[in-house]
């Protein structure tokens, strides 16, 4: 018989990856052979928090990751947490012009293991327009933008309040200050509320500041 830890990640991965405890519990439950100990919500409970490094009872190989830190009820699996994919343009043999370099590096510092976690959430669905790009190699791609953005002069935190999914063109029109964002608009998940002060900042700062400078 599988242990419980295997059949934890094969609920997630046929889950797709991330899911509130709720469903993990529905999914080892139809895996899991019968009997099934009286409190199977805790067997799974324990054997998630022993194998992530988010929780304080680690103890065995960091498989799982917490969205929303312990308590938070939505868990992951850290091998579907891969890194948004580069795209050809960018040459990894060390020509790249200084635009490229700088476009290159602001991918990547905007690519947290955070901005990962949500896209999963939301299965790389844009949150305006609710595309989703399929690669070839069969992923799906999607954009994490900070609305408040990161780094100076904006110094917005990396946290999900403030962490919004997207397509490339709906990426760069925030970028940009081109659109403003309707909360009421934007497709949501139950477990991942974006916070409206961060939507304000969008709306009255960082479409005002971009307009000013022309960028």
């Keep these: 018989m599988a242990t419980w830890t295997e059949d934890i990640a094969l609920a997630l991965e046929q889950l797709g990856g991330i899911a509130p405890l709720s469903e993990i519990y529905e999914r080892v439950a139809a895996i899991r052979p019968k009997p099934h100990p009286a409190d199977l919500g805790a067997s799974v409970r324990g054997a998630i928090e022993r194998n992530s490094s ?3 009872v680690f103890s065995g ?4 990751f917490s969205v929303h830190g312990i308590g938070g009820g939505v868990w992951g699996l850290r091998s579907m947490e891969k890194p948004t994919p580069l795209a050809s343009d960018i040459n990894a043999l060390g020509d790249e012009t ?6 290159e590096t602001y991918r990547i510092l905007r690519d947290t293991a955070l901005s990962r976690q ?9 949150q305006i327009c609710g595309e989703s790009i399929r690669l070839p190699s069969g992923d799906f791609y999607s954009e994490a933008h900070h609305i408040q953005p990161l780094g100076n002069p904006h110094k917005g935190p ?24 309707d909360p009421l608009k934007i497709k949501l998940h139950e477990k991942h509320k974006i916070g409206a002060n961060f939507i304000t900042y969008h709306n009255e700062i960082v479409m005002k500041l971009e307009r000013k400078t022309g960028k």
Aim: hydrophobic residues 35%.
């Design 61 to 64: 190989k960091d498989l799982f």
């Design 54 to 56: 988010d929780s304080t």
């Design 118 to 126: 949500i896209k999963l959430l939301h299965k790389n669905k844009c």
């Design 98 to 103: 200084p635009q490229r370099q700088h476009q």
């Design 158 to 181: 990396d946290t999900s309040e403030n962490i919004i999914v997207l397509c490339p063109n709906h990426h760069v029109m925030l970028d940009y200050g081109v659109i403003s964002i």
